[in-house]
């Protein structure tokens, strides 16, 4: 059923940001869906989301161009009536040890990654302050963001940047009750199809060790994260960056087993690992500790 408003999600004809847009439409919610390269993916996922019951539109345009932003919040407008939320999903990863660093890839990241996605919140914030619309800003961030990782300056520097300026949006827009915050996904596997699991995936197959909730996220577990933000429910949150990462930032370690080996000198101790010997070890510890306390008590 829907519920009469409307949201625009950059870059949804695939990965996290397809999954936001399906989300949001089973939750009534009208569908500006955005691609810039893909025109194929963005009209199946417009497909899904009409399946819905909803209205929706299509909308294409590269976020690099300053032009862009602007654009779409006006044909969002223009097409489906009105702009309650925007999800500012679009972007790009790429890793680059200092000595390899590109100016191109610094270009692009800036660009796409930060220069965009401010851009576009500047848009919607101007059509919904002086239309009275208390809407939500939403801005995909990284778990990155908050810990460094081997070879992720550039990118993750610019989504701290973001999580900091996440914080000043919702300052400058408080008074017109719009609601600016930020979601940070963890390792996200947008590449297995969502009936396989992704422990049987040749990209993610290991990557659940390293988190606490013992498995990778997918898509459609962004999607409900978003659900949840841009609803009433959440209607006294802003300024807040949101950890969807199924607990990996909490102990702060690393994603995978190669930068665990890059950043910390513990190959040999993981090979040579044996938890029975390391647990006999620890209660033999604890003994001789007792015995030493026993001794000094005499």
């Known amino acids: 059923m829907r519920n009469g408003k409307v949201a625009l999600v950059t870059g949804s004809s695939t990965g996290i940001g397809a999954a936001v847009a399906r989300q949001l439409a089973k939750d009534g919610y009208d569908i500006a869906v955005h691609y810039s390269s893909s025109k194929e993916a963005g009209e199946a996922v417009l497909e899904k989301v009409l399946a819905e ?130 979601f940070s996904p963890g390792v996200i596997d947008v590449k297995t199809p969502e009936d396989q699991d992704s422990r049987d995936s040749m990209w993610f197959r290991d990557h659940w060790r390293y988190i606490p909730l013992r498995r990778v996220g997918r898509p459609v577990d962004m999607g409900n994260v978003v659900s949840l933000l841009v609803s009433d429910k959440a209607d006294y949150i802003t300024g807040q960056v949101i950890r969807a990462d199924g607990g990996l930032s909490v102990p702060g370690v690393a994603d995978n087993m190669g930068d665990l080996f890059r950043i910390y000198e513990i190959k040999d101790l993981v090979e040579n690992y044996n938890e029975d010997d390391e647990r006999k070890k620890i209660e033999e510890m604890r003994y001789q500790r007792r015995k030493e306390k026993e001794e000094q008590n005499k």
């Open 53 to 182: 019951g909803v209205n929706g539109c299509l909308l294409s345009g590269n976020l690099t161009d300053v032009e862009v932003p602007g654009r779409l919040v006006k044909e969002c407008v223009e097409k489906l009536g009105r702009l309650d939320v925007l999800i500012n999903n679009a972007g790009v990863t790429r890793f680059e040890d200092l000595r390899e660093i590109k100016p191109e890839t610094m270009d692009l990241l800036y660009q796409l990654d930060f220069r965009g996605m401010i851009l576009c919140a500047k848009a919607a914030a101007n059509y919904m302050v002086p239309n009275k619309i208390p809407g939500v800003i939403l801005f995909n961030t990284s778990i990155r963001s908050f810990s460094p990782h081997t070879s992720d300056a550039v990118y993750a520097g610019l989504k701290a940047g973001l999580n900091r300026a996440i914080e000043s949006f919702a300052i400058d827009l408080g008074p017109y009750g719009i609601r600016v915050n930020g």
